[in-house]
């Protein structure tokens, strides 16, 4: 078996029993129960233990078997048996009753009869020849989910902004039902602060709104026993607004009390749920605490809760549905007293007080009691400590039976919560039961005694070897178990004398520690257990193995790139252990590449690469013990000079210690070859072989032309030196140890650093510091005298030692207290200095005010300034962090803001005033203040409402052209968006613009705060005009709106187009019109090559579409026209004198899309309207002429295109 730890050298050790202990109450002195081994415990004696029981309240599914169960452990196993209701209960009259074999576990078969009739209070005992133990009263109770009776509900029609009650009532189930509200689609209805679900189920409106209305209002209770949901009926809702409802309908709902009340205007808060002012609650221990105000009030009121005279209890509390229910986790004692629930809103506040009272079922103060497991004339004691409200009442039975009817002999006596046995007996091993019981419940536990009579047993196995290495600790095991309980004693070969002297250390449990192991411990030793029963012994055997030792170990390679190198690791180890040896490259493994061969005592790298530069390290694992060395390989170019060679110094040698003092040494040595590379420096290290063997550290480095050092030294250390010397190429190997040098133990020389006082909850001051090292310690024994006094007169201070530990934890203080603190450093040898006084604080608690006299006082429309009154520094209870102010807008003046949101800034330091930015202008706000300090923030101040004063508006919401006319056009427009006042009037300004948008004369025109349009009379044609319009209140005019228009007629629009035509976009529209007209040239050209002409007189003979009849060559289409030849007139050129156009020409001509002529085209190219008149033919066309008195103009040309396409 392996050992590792550092031991030391010992005398005669022997371990008696640990037979008494103190007994409380006067009564003398009381064996402590012996602790039975687990591989034991099934082999010996021992009562019935329940291990498993159904819970006090059970309750079944109906649709499944039932299971009751009841498991115990005992030697010999116990046998079982119930009551059913008091009464014994025959399982085998039961046929579909079973009892599991070896268990007490019943299974009960629901098949043939109803799950109800298994119903009752069930208690299990469990009995074997040692005693008799009993499970809890076990109630088992059937799971029901009852239907909700069917009811028709009647619609509800109440008025906008009344309260409203939506009762749920759900069937009573068991366990209770789970409620929630939804709509018919299995949705969750929204709730808020506004729409809330109480504790019984029913939905709670502050006030209702007009989307209120539903129909689909469903309340659902999920019983969770069955896992079935049941739903109530849906619940129609109707909210009316009175203004809204006209005569016929107001008498429609006059047999309803919609009218029967005054309108519903904002008020102020008033309570729905609880009724009055003032209600009490009793809440168990450990049980939830729950308590609920609801309020009715428009605006919505806001909850707030209180405690007097306390602050609610951190970590337990949650306010839950929107601030309406106070819920207090886990309660206790301290929850007692009186809370207090707020409704306010602008309009005021109403109050509710709960004075809740915390009483306590029956609970363990220290746990149930313990089984006892004594010998023969041992003394014992079972405790049954418990508490509850009111004091529970303690009863006692042995093995089901009062105790009065079990006591046989003067061997133990009943002392309220406690059995005392003396001097006990065979007769006194039996359960004990402990009924614990108040009004609201009860506790019952069962302890066994059991007296054994043991002799000794060895439990370790025989013949154990034990292997260590030489200098370290070695632990021999000796387990046992007796009653009473045995002595140990170690002997070791021959048995001539029990182990005794320092070199030993015998552990309670029997082992034995050699604390520093030589090959003289080397040998057999036996353990010996003694009680009056008898005598037992085991032989373990323990070898102590040599050290592994590194020989040679490798050193630093400089290789030229390319070539071999040999890193070797010689080790010595003792013959009885395998050494391994493992290879690592700067602490990870060597790369796989065939290049690196590892023998069983070097490391060879051929073909070195620049990657394979690095450190290497060879480690040596045995199956006790391992050690390791290394050394660094650098790859160079080309190989230096063989004339110089440059290498790491060899260790320097011949180390000794001279002018030896308690705190100070000299210490000299030879320095080693130099390799050409003078020394730069030496560094001397040391090892603690007392507190920290096998580690060396830093003590000091010296220059490289000394060769000796004077050591400054601490108290109370073995120490063992070595020396390193440094070139250019690095460190040498560590010199050869010097022999040890130990100092003497003294008083500290220093206190620990870093002392503070600081609290984590409101009633404790935890101090700490930075421990002394264990070379600071100067000795052993080290503590600290930690003292500590309340900063303020007359307090004294106290004191207490801490050892191991480097904090201190002072309970009961009061909230953040200044604290004076102290602490010193203290080991067997003496004290250190006088240490300084640090101030510190115990723990901070929320502050318990609030700020008062707010005062609010507006700077303008967007920013107002808070005052307030700070707050004390007695309430604050902490380091002060700031002040919050919490503000919302209520609603503007003329636009309601149901839902607020909340801001709060925060502003460091002892403030006292505030600048609230960003508000809104004509807008009503409320604010309160709350200080915060490192726990958190104190209680709200009282809400605080103020009002903005106007501002200048926004810009209209819109502004739109309308009804342009030849010299006149109408603006409309929507007041804006935010008035931020009363709106005054309205500026309109205009001003005509120009193609290079310079702007022209502007016009004013002031209109009144009623007017949405304006028609602007005699106005420039083909002009542009930009338009501003801007509202005003009596602070000034806001932003205005910008828009702008084009006054255009036909007339105008020619001049218009002179003015486009010379632009280049317009150049190019024109091009690619011309070609598309080109395009239908052609296509129409090579149409009637193919088909001939198309007389219209055919197509109105023959009711066809035109479209889809064969053309003639005698017809005129568009391929016929001509500028040299024919002269009709195009779109938009002028007509005749006579004013009008010859229709005998073909109705294919393009005379016919002129905009004097009857036909048009739709938006696709295609004709509108039938032909009409005869066809005439081309000869007489071509005879009569041209009908227009002038030749077309360029303007009218473009002008009849654009028509045209």
Known sequence: MRQEDVGGVGARLTMKGRRTVPLLLLLGQLVAALEVPLDLQEGLPQPPTITSQSPKDHI????????????????????????????????????????RPNSGTLEVDISQRRAESFEGVYQCTAENKHGKAVSDNIVVRQSRSPLWSKEKLKPIVVREGVSLVLPCEPPAGLPPPLIFWMDNNFQRLPQSKRVSQSLNGDLYFSNVRREDSRNDYICYARFPGTQTIQQKQPINVKVLNLDSINDTMAAFYNDTDLFSEAPADERMPSFLIPKGRHSSKVVLRGHKLDMECIAEGRPTPEISWTKDGSDLPAGRTSFLQFNKTLQIDDVSDSEEGVYRCTASNK?????????????????????????????????????????????PLITWTKNVMPIETGLEDDTMKVEDDMIIFRDVKTSNSAVYQCNVSNEFGYLLANAFVNVLSEPPRVLTPVNKKYEVIRNHRALLDCSFFGSPIPNITWFKDSRSSTLDGDSYSLHDNGTLEIRISRPRDSGKYTCVARNILGISENHVFLEVKEPTQILKQPEYRMIKRGGPVTFECKVKHDSSLIPTMTWLKDDEELPEDDRFTVEPESLTITDVMDSDAGMYTCIINTTLDHVSASAELTVVDTTPPPAVVHERPDPPTDLELTDQTKRSVVLTWIPGNEYNSPIKKFLIQYEDSLHHRGHWHNLTHVPGTRTSANLKLSPHVHYTFRVLALNNVGWSQPSTPSQMYKTDPAAPDENPTGVQGLGTEPNNLIISWKPLTRLQSNGPGLQYKVMYREKKPGSEWITTNVANNSRFVVSGTSTFAPYELKVQAVNN????????????????????????????????????????KTVSNDSIRGFLKGYKVHYWREHGIHRHHPDRVEKILTFSGNRSHAVLPGLHPFSDYSFYVRVFNGRGEGPPSTTKHFSTPEGVPGPPTSLVVSNPNLDSLTLQWSPPYDPNGHITGYTLKYQPVNNSNELGEEEVLALAANETSVTLPNLQSSTRYRFYLNAKTKIGAGPAITQEALIMVDEAMVSRQVDIATQGWFIGLMCAIALLILILLIICFIQRNKGGKYPVKEKEDAHTDPEFQPMRDDDCPFGEYSDSEDHKPLKGSRTPSNGTVKRDDSDDSLVDYSEGGDRQFNEDGSFIGQYSGKTTSRDTAAAEGPQSSEAPSPINAIHSLNSFV
């Open 60 to 99: 079944i599914d109906p649709r499944e078997n039932i299971e009751i169960r009841c498991e115990a452990k005992g030697k010999p196993h116990p046998s079982f048996s119930w009551t059913i209701d008091g009464a014994d209960f025959k399982i085998e009259e039961h046929p579909n009753i079973i009892m």
């Open 347 to 391: 309009f005021g506040s109403v109050h509710h007080t709960f004075h809740v009272t915390v009483k306590a079922a029956p609970y363990w103060i220290s746990g149930p009691p313990s089984n006892l497991v004594l010998s023969p004339g041992e003394n014992g004691v079972l405790t049954c400590r418990a508490s509850g409200k009111p004091k």
């Open 829 to 868: 040898y003496g004290e250190g200095p006088e240490p300084a006084v640090v101030v510190g604080h115990s723990g901070e608690d929320v502050p318990k005010s609030a700020p008062t006299e707010l005062r609010i006082s507006a700077h303008n429309s967007t920013a107002a300034e808070v005052q307030w």
